[in-house]
């Protein structure tokens, strides 16, 4: 059983930054693969970013060369760092992890909301 714990999220103006943070809970933790998904209001929920157990990531093509997807095992924890950010990146984000390499994502945390001002 793993507990994925967001935090990060805020206002920010179009072309800042925020880094979102994911603390999970669990010693195995590291041989979890991790995504950030976000949703926004009147869309369906997308994949932004995942990265695996060894730290391969991939991007959507909408936010390559912008977000970053790291890990840091030895504090559990999955980052998101947004840069150059755009109204269009208005969502609540969430950070999901599985144990396995690929198919859906089991654990999912409660969201953060980022928000983008024009």
Known sequence: QVQLVESGGGLVQAGGSLRLSCAASGRTFSFYRTGWFRQAPGKERELVAGITSGG???????????????????????????????????????????????????????????????
């Open 56 to 118: 391969r990531a991939n991007y959507a093509d909408s936010v390559k060369g912008r977000f970053t997807i790291s890990r840091d095992n030895a504090k559990n924890t999955v980052y998101l760092q947004m840069n150059s950010l755009k109204p269009e990146d208005t969502a609540v984000y969430y950070c999901a992890a599985d144990k396995r390499s690929w198919g859906n994502y089991d654990y999912w945390g409660q969201g953060t909301q980022v928000t983008v001002s024009s």
